[in-house]
């Protein structure tokens, strides 16, 4: 997101490569829906199919990402955070957020 908003599109085009290259690597992008602690997941990197990050992933593994997202989803409507709160504050803060963004990914892949 960085690189396509930055001011100077020719100096950010040079690390598109870059970014190409560590993407492809291997354990940069979390592709176990399950995980825990603080990962970055296949839709964290791709919330939408027009995500530059979304050729690094497959249709099979957006749909088991996808599908096990709507199973996580508690009866409050909310997700909880995969991560260890380190107050109770900070968990109702993050699960906010997290709660919105699973909503967007879900509309976006047409899912709500």
């Known amino acids: 997101m960085f ?12 690390y598109y490569g870059v970014l190409d290259e560590w993407l ?3 354990r940069v992008i979390e592709r176990d829906p399950l995980a825990e602690g603080v990962v970055q997941k296949e839709l964290e990197y791709a919330p939408t199919p027009a995500s530059y990050a979304h050729r690094f992933v497959t249709t099979d593994e957006v749909n088991r990402y996808l599908d096990e997202l709507r199973r ?3 009866s409050d409507g909310g997700w909880p ?3 260890q709160a380190v107050s109770t504050a900070s968990e109702h803060k993050w699960r906010g957020y997290v709660t919105i963004n ?11």
């Not at 690189?3 to 040079?14: E, H, I, Q, V």
């Not at 699973?102 to 709500?112: D, E, F, I, Q």
């Open 3 to 14: 690189l396509a908003n930055a001011p100077d599109a020719d100096r950010a085009a040079r």
């Open 24 to 26: 492809d690597s291997s």
């Open 72 to 74: 996580q989803q508690q």
């Open 81 to 83: 955070i995969s991560w």
């Open 102 to 112: 699973h909503l967007m990914t879900l509309r976006t892949y047409g899912r709500l």
